[in-house]
């Protein structure tokens, strides 16, 4: 499962997945970034981008931790896809990382 650090943005990060999920056996793709922004401005703008997805659904999202340092969120895709969103504060400052990890149907299937 191939990771692309700091290539991929909030507006990429979606492209990236299709594209390495489409070409990967097992079909899984992985796609890390860190951004300036704090952790619950990233998360939000990564949601934005999944409210575009036809046919994508918000299945959980919320805080991983108590003192609000790593956020989580599932999104299902009538197509058959899954994504895993974490987004991690970055210790001693205010940037982000977040990584989002795609299981197709392809994936689900040679199980």
């Known amino acids: ?6 290539v991929i943005d ?14 990967q056996a097992d079909g899984e793709a992985s796609c890390v970034w ?11 703008d990564v949601l ?3 409210q575009g997805v036809s046919g994508a659904q918000l299945m959980t999202s919320g805080y991983l931790d108590l003192k ?4 989580g969120a599932i999104v299902l895709d009538e197509c058959g896809w899954v994504d895993i969103v974490t ?10 990382t977040a990584r989002v990890t795609r299981i197709s149907s392809s994936a689900r299937s040679s199980e």
């Open 34 to 44: 860190t951004s300036a922004q704090p952790i619950n401005e990233l998360a939000a």
């Open 87 to 96: 987004v991690v504060a970055e210790e001693g400052n205010e940037a982000s």
């Open 68 to 71: 609000g340092n790593a956020w």
């Open 10 to 23: 909030t507006g990429s990060f979606l492209a990236e997945l299709d594209r390495d999920a489409s070409t």
């Open 48 to 50: 934005r981008v999944y």
């Open 1 to 6: 499962m191939p990771v692309e650090e700091g």
